[in-house]
């Protein structure tokens, strides 16, 4: 299983401005120690896509997650939706992130996972002009209005990566086709609303199709108390609040359930398994 974790906090969505951000208390720092120390346990490793503004406020934190061993990858600076920036600001805001990653890390930066999984077909182009490996930000969801943005390419709900430009992998999230709906079975929100039997029986059905599984989690889905911001609509809220209290639980399951790995070493793995086999 690839075990991946978009590190943000509680307040760093598009529904809030990054001036009043400031303005929040931090909560990421002991969820995060959480999964770190969850994932030491079983020496397992896993991909953090950072948020550049957090790489800012809280570096000694993302030092420390490189320094035990994950590989650091990009959630781009803002978190703003890359449908809604220009192509000047998009290049911008990978830059910038990518550069304070590399300074702050020492290692090179190659992977990128859009906010929200709002990633367009320039937005590709461009990850691959600024030197990115891979993209992890494609998920085919019915619930979420499949948007056109999807639709030129089928080989996602092959659910496996696939060279999707000349010098850029992606790396899709999983979704069980049921009934004609794709329905994200990835993690994140969708991860606290299924039992964790349901979870991983879908896993299962997976691994038979699929070379591997990929898993994203953010650090506020462990964190119970963390103040309400989404009172915008009832299934908005339901689907970040929902389940919060057993989300440890069901990452300790998996965690001893499948082996975990990063990107970076899922990739080291296959291409050993090419070289060898
Ligand atoms: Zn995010």
């Given at each position: 299983?690839?075990?991946?974790?978009?590190?943000?906090?509680?307040?760093?969505?598009?529904?809030?401005?990054?001036?009043?951000?400031?303005?929040?208390?931090?909560?990421?720092?002991?969820p995060?120690?959480l999964l770190?120390?969850m994932?030491?346990?079983?020496?397992?490793?896993?991909?953090?896509?950072?948020?550049?503004?957090?790489?800012?406020?809280?570096?000694?934190?993302?030092?420390?997650?490189?320094?035990?061993?994950?590989?650091?990858?990009?959630?781009?600076?803002?978190?703003?939706?890359?449908?809604?920036?220009?192509?000047?600001?998009?290049?911008?805001?990978?830059?910038?992130?990518?550069?304070?990653?590399?300074?702050?890390?020492?290692?090179?930066?190659?992977?990128?996972?859009?906010?929200?999984?709002?990633?367009?077909?320039?937005?590709?182009?461009?990850?691959?002009?600024?030197?990115?490996?891979?993209?992890?930000?494609?998920?085919?969801?019915?619930?979420?209005?499949?948007?056109?943005?999807?639709?030129?390419?089928?080989?996602?709900?092959?659910?496996?990566?696939?060279?999707?430009?000349?010098?850029?992998?992606?790396?899709?999230?999983?979704?069980?086709?049921?009934?004609?709906?794709?329905?994200?079975?990835?993690g994140g929100g969708?991860y606290r609303?299924?039992?964790y039997?349901?979870?991983?029986?879908?896993?299962?059905?997976?691994?038979?199709?699929?070379?591997?599984?990929?898993?994203?989690i953010h650090p506020y889905d462990l964190d119970k108390?963390?103040?309400?911001?989404?009172?915008?609509?009832?299934?908005?809220?339901?689907?970040?609040?929902y389940g919060l209290g057993g989300t440890h639980r069901k990452i300790e399951r998996m965690?001893?359930?499948?082996?975990?790995?990063?990107?970076?070493?899922?990739?080291?793995?296959?291409?050993?398994?090419?070289?060898?086999?």
């Amino acid at each position: 299983m690839i075990f991946t974790v978009d590190l943000e906090d509680w307040f760093c969505s598009p529904e809030l401005s990054l001036a009043d951000w400031k303005r929040y208390p931090f909560r990421l720092e002991k969820p995060t120690h959480l999964l770190l120390d969850m994932l030491d346990e079983k020496n397992a490793k896993g991909t953090f896509f950072v948020l550049g503004w957090i790489a800012e406020h809280k570096p000694e934190l993302v030092k420390e997650i490189h320094r035990r061993g994950h590989e650091i990858a990009s959630h781009g600076y803002a978190h703003r939706l890359v449908y809604e920036q220009s192509r000047l600001e998009f290049k911008e805001d990978i830059r910038h992130s990518k550069l304070l990653l590399e300074q702050l890390t020492g290692s090179e930066v190659r992977g990128y996972r859009a906010p929200c999984f709002s990633m367009t077909e320039w937005g590709l182009e461009l990850l691959e002009e600024e030197g990115f490996n891979y993209d992890s930000s494609l998920m085919p969801n019915s619930f979420a209005g499949e948007s056109e943005r999807l639709r030129g390419y089928p080989n996602l709900n092959a659910g496996s990566s696939f060279r999707i430009r000349r010098r850029l992998i992606e790396y899709p999230l999983p979704a069980q086709r049921i009934g004609g709906l794709h329905i994200p079975w990835g993690g994140g929100g969708y991860y606290r609303l299924y039992p964790y039997e349901v979870f991983r029986y879908g896993v299962q059905s997976w691994l038979k199709r699929h070379d591997y599984f990929l898993f994203y989690i953010h650090p506020y889905d462990l964190d119970k108390e963390q103040p309400r911001i989404f009172q915008s609509t009832w299934s908005n809220s339901f689907r970040r609040y929902y389940g919060l209290g057993g989300t440890h639980r069901k990452i300790e399951r998996m965690l001893n359930d499948y082996d975990c790995m990063s990107i970076e070493h899922y990739e080291h793995q296959a291409l050993g398994m090419v070289r060898h086999g």
